[in-house]
């Protein structure tokens, strides 16, 4: 070895190396080097620009730190450390840790969901000059000058251009070179997505700072009344404001921008800026409860549960005050200065149950869900780092959030299935996330709900999770009365209402109608129709990239594919045949909103759902409406069962269950009783009994009987026979692995062969490959193929790597590696 390369060697050991993760697919973290001047700036949970690829600039996150070199490929050099402070920490990382391998995902596909698009970098690397270089300062080779002279005279260089300037393919040691001299800078390290929100404000001008000189002022005023009284009004807001916004000034003082200015040039004001937060929250008033005996009853055995467990499973009837119990716990926990997480399932509940929690904890209150934009995701992030956030509510995403002290998590509905991530990685479900991030807390959780997940149900039997139940609604309301109405009947005899509600429903809407009270309907489907048939030969328009019937949307006068939004006009002849005579089939919310407007004219009728919630603030501002009885009538879809409180509502109708009870799927019976029972829940919560009334034409079905006599654990008893029997859930654990390629056969070779693989391996139990119910999405051909392993089995976690490879491995096959392969860990 000679003596130049063994210096290089020992020169290389001596260097500092990092791994990061970078925000994309990818299976590995990947070593870079650092500068010498930059050493010291480096921390795990910082973020700094690499180059990645042969254009691309990203935002990594530093994983580690460390003095090996990659023995595989020569490490690069970062281009620059973009942060002052970690952005998270070590224990954070934990966690992202356990997602990646829990869920079969890469820790890139956890850094993209946990941070807002604020704090990521990406895009396409352009050069700038230096804005301290000076011309001649340090010597330039003649490329390097070359590439300086294009600079000069166009501003900007992309890493294309410079490579043709130079004539050489790789330009990076070049543009290297000329970074660490000073001469030139990534322009992405001059350029962050955040902004800071700014506020103008005004004080009074240097000159009138004594009272003889307002005095004068007052006095030279007098004859222009209008800037008299701009300067009346500051003087006024003055007493309550540090700051006074200049768009407050000229609301309060009913002046214009035009008036103000001219105050301004005289120099009687001056103008300066400051930083304020995109999310105001109002100071309010802190409200004082104490809880009834049963809540108190609830809360004592939630303590003594904890003593000897970490998770506890508060199953409470609908309207039974689970709330004020949660808010009783979350006083404990910031009493000793820590934070609360609370989880919710849905964006529409955040609101109204952030408005409850806040008028207990104020300031110390912020919600967190995907409807804010990235600015204010950003800000949020940074003052839950910084502690000013206590008590965070949230959907899913919250969970990332970067706590400095978590001391409880709750997660209230904790068997509804929007906890589950579907698409993009990590798929991950947010109730068992919280768990693993409550274990790394060392912190409790509580998982609330009526009508438990059956697997939680069966893990608190078993005594995994404490127990504790509320059987009786606050206040001593009754729980609602439940009927069944025979839609087959009615309609067989005539005397149905309309052609989707029956005479015992209408009259139950009437008769609320006349006493001033509220109704709330529920079809778990948007839209007008869910199809169009022709009445001659059966046609029924689909989507052109997927396998399914288009949607008919009144509002807009189309029908609609609710997968990939491809939309087309209402045909007026059968495509096939030419016939005319065409009939809409099926109902969604927008057609029973059609009928309750004839039956009832002058009823006010708002419809929930994701066609009506379309603003930032849509679903916040229709359940205020309805909670201020604005309306009479709310229709909507499963929104309306997440925990929703409505002072008024003495009556909810469920519009069909029967789709619920014959979907294709092992746990449609548990679905289908959690959600009638708990939109049911939704009526008499407040003031007298309430009355549900469930239209089916299956109504002695074992579910509706169930739900009638709200006999949970006898329905849960049966369903676990049979899937003791068949091998699901609790008592096996699936994956998923779901195919996916524009080509049917090449995605039918694929399955195929990855089945192979998986059948080599043991302890696992294989079904499929087969095609979902609906086959082909955005002219993308599925297959899936489900895999158990029984829960009780030991090695898991070498059954998941070896799974993990499996599917690598059809990278191999020049023709399959184009199938897009995934694993989903615990589907719902």
């Known amino acids: 070895m000679t003596h130049k390369k063994r210096e290089c060697i020992v020169s290389e050991n001596f260097a500092t190396f990092i791994n990061v993760i970078i925000p994309l697919h990818l299976n590995q973290v990947y070593t870079y080097r650092v500068p ?29 730190i460390h003095h090996q070199p990659p023995l595989k490929y020569e490490a690069k050099y970062i281009y620059s450390v973009l942060d002052e402070v970690p952005i998270i920490e070590p224990i ?6 356990w997602i990646s391998r829990y869920y079969l995902c890469n820790t890139g596909d956890v850094m993209n969901a946990a941070l807002p698009a604020g704090l990521k970098l990406e895009s396409e690397t352009t050069l700038v000059a230096h804005p301290t270089y000076e011309h001649g300062s340090v010597v330039l080779d003649d490329r390097e000058y070359l590439i300086w002279e294009a600079i000069e005279v166009r501003h900007e260089l992309t890493l294309q251009e410079v490579s043709e300037i130079v004539q050489m393919k790789n330009v990076f040691p070049l543009i290297k070179s000329m970074v660490i001299k000073g001469v030139l800078l990534i ?19 240097s000159a009138y700072k004594n009272e003889l000189a307002m005095e004068a002022l007052f006095a030279k005023l007098e004859k222009h009344e209008k800037q008299l009284n701009i300067l009346m009004a500051y003087l006024h807001l003055q007493h309550d404001h540090v700051h006074i916004d200049k768009a407050l000034l000229i609301k309060t003082s009913n002046g214009t921008a035009g008036v103000l200015a001219g105050i301004i040039k005289k120099g009687i004001f001056e103008t300066y800026t400051i930083a304020v937060d995109r999310i105001q929250i109002e100071a309010t008033p802190k409200e004082n409860f104490v809880l009834n005996p049963d809540q108190q009853e609830a809360f004592d055995k939630i303590k003594e549960g904890f003593i000897t467990k970490d998770i506890l499973l508060l199953q409470g009837v609908t309207g039974s005050g689970k709330t004020h119990v949660y808010v009783k716990l979350i006083e404990e926990a910031l009493e000793k200065g820590k934070q609360v997480l609370f989880l919710l399932p849905e964006i529409a509940l955040t609101s109204q149950i952030v408005n409850r929690v806040r008028k207990f904890f104020g300031e110390q209150c912020i919600s967190y869900h995907s409807k804010y934009g990235d600015n204010e995701k950003v800000e949020i992030w940074h003052q839950v780092k910084q502690g000013k956030y206590k008590v965070i509510i949230g959907a899913r995403s919250a969970l990332f959030l970067p706590f400095q002290n978590l001391g409880l998590t709750i ?12 698409d993009p990685a990590p798929r991950y479900h947010a109730r068992d996330a919280a768990m693993i991030l409550s274990r790394i807390w060392q912190c409790k959780t509580i998982l609330g709900s009526a009508t438990p997940a059956f697997e939680t149900f069966y893990q608190a039997q078993q005594g995994k999770y404490a127990w504790v139940t509320m059987n009786k609604r606050y206040g001593e309301i009754p729980m609602p009365v439940i009927e069944t109405c025979n839609m087959a009947e009615e309609k067989r005899v005539k005397t149905m209402a309309q052609e989707d509600i029956t005479s015992t429903l209408f009259t139950a809407i009437k008769t609320a109608l006349d006493k001033q009270e509220q109704v709330i309907l529920f079809q778990n489907r948007r839209g007008y129709a869910p199809m169009l048939s022709c009445n001659t030969c059966a046609w029924v328009p689909k989507c052109k990239n997927c396998d399914i019937s288009l949607t008919y949307h009144k509002f807009i006068d189309s029908l609609k594919c609710h997968y ?45 759902d994701l066609d009506a919630v379309k603003t930032k603030f849509g679903h916040e501002q229709i359940i205020k409406s309805f909670e201020a009885h604005q309306f009479d009538i709310l229709v909507g879809t499963q929104m309306l069962s997440k925990g929703l409180d409505f002072e008024h509502v003495s009556l909810v109708g469920v519009i069909n269950a029967d789709q619920l009870l014959t979907f294709p799927d ?24 309430g009355k549900v009334i469930i239209q089916s034409s299956m109504p002695n079905h074992f579910v509706l009987q169930a739900v009638l006599q709200h006999q949970y654990e006898a329905l849960l008893e049966r369903e676990l026979q049979e ?26 070779q694929a399955s195929i062969v990855l089945k192979k693989l998986f059948s080599k391996q043991e302890h696992i139990l294989l079904l499929g490959p087969e095609s979902p119910h609906v086959g082909r999405i955005r002219n993308q051909y599925i297959k899936e193929i489900l895999i158990k392993i029984n829960r009780n089995h030991t090695e ?12 690598q491995s059809l990278n191999e096959d020049k023709v399959l590696r184009s199938v897009y392969v995934y694993a989903d860990v615990d589907p719902v």
């Open 411 to 422: 997660v209230d509905e904790e068997h509804d299935a929007s906890y589950k991530q579907h």
């Open 564 to 608: 990939c939004g491809f939309t087309q006009k209402l045909p007026k002849v059968c495509m096939a045949c030419g016939a005319n005579k065409l009939s809409l089939k099926g109902v969604g919310t927008e057609k029973i909103e059609d009928e309750l407007s004839i039956l009832f004219p002058l009823a006010r009728i708002a419809r929930l």
């Open 796 to 807: 898991l976690d070498l059954i998941k790597q070896q799974i993990k490879i499996n599917i």
């Open 36 to 64: 010498k001047e930059w050493e010291t700036e480096v921390a795990i949970g910082k973020r700094v620009a690499v180059q990645f690829g042969s254009k691309k600039v990203y935002s990594a996150l530093i994983q580690s």
């Open 187 to 205: 322009k992405e390290e001059l350029e962050e997505r955040y902004k800071e929100k700014v506020m103008t404000c005004l004080r009074l001008g």
């Open 666 to 689: 092992f746990r449609a019976h548990e679905r289908a009783f959690q959600l009638l029972l708990q939109v049911s829940g939704r009526a008499g919560r407040k003031h007298s009994q």
């Open 92 to 97: 954070h990382l934990q966690f992202w840790d």
């Open 723 to 748: 899937r003791r029997k068949f091998a699901y859930p609790p008592f096996f654990r699936l994956i998923k692995i779901v195919l996916k390629h524009k080509d049917y056969k090449t995605v039918e």
